[in-house]
Nanobody
Framework: QVQLVESGGGLVPPGGSLRLSCAAS????????IGWFRQAPGKGREGVSC????????YYADSVKGRFTISKNNAENTAYLQMNNLKPEDTAVYYC???????????????????????????WGQGTLVTVFS
């Protein structure tokens, strides 16, 4: 079964850290770009970070730059989002996503490029809740 399974969310105080994991099964993530999105209560989806597999470049939203780090371990078939110095405004459900095609789903800044044209190639994690309480 092709899927991404997320873990690592939780409840932390401001200034705390969490590491989100996004484990792939049924396919390998080594050649595909990986993106992390988040959706806060009552708000739209926001691209947080994106990792380009062909050149290793990483991209971050201005709101998380310097605090979050995206990475991928091909041997573990898992992507990660290390989140440090968390703030209450980081509270959201976080999703990892990939597009299973080497030429599609490019990083468009901090957001993985998605399109209805190739929606059938998208694989989304189930989402993990991060709550930063103040």
């Amino acid at each position: 079964q092709v899927q991404l399974v997320e873990s690592g969310g939780g409840l932390v105080p401001p200034g705390g850290s969490l590491r989100l994991s996004c484990a792939a099964s049924g396919f390998t993530v080594d050649v595909y770009n990986i993106g992390w999105f988040r959706q806060a209560p009552g708000k739209g989806r926001e691209g947080v970070s994106c990792l380009s597999s062909d050149d290793g470049n990483t991209y971050y939203a201005d709101s998380v730059k310097g605090r979050f780090t995206i990475s991928k371990n091909n041997a573990e078939n898992t992507a990660y989002l290390q989140m440090n110095n968390l703030k209450p405004e980081d509270t959201a459900v976080y999703y990892c996503v990939t597009v299973r095609h080497k030429l599609l789903g490019r990083c468009s800044g901090a957001a993985l490029e998605l399109s209805d044209t190739y929606k059938y190639l998208e694989v989304w994690g189930q989402g993990t809740l991060v709550t930063v309480f103040s």
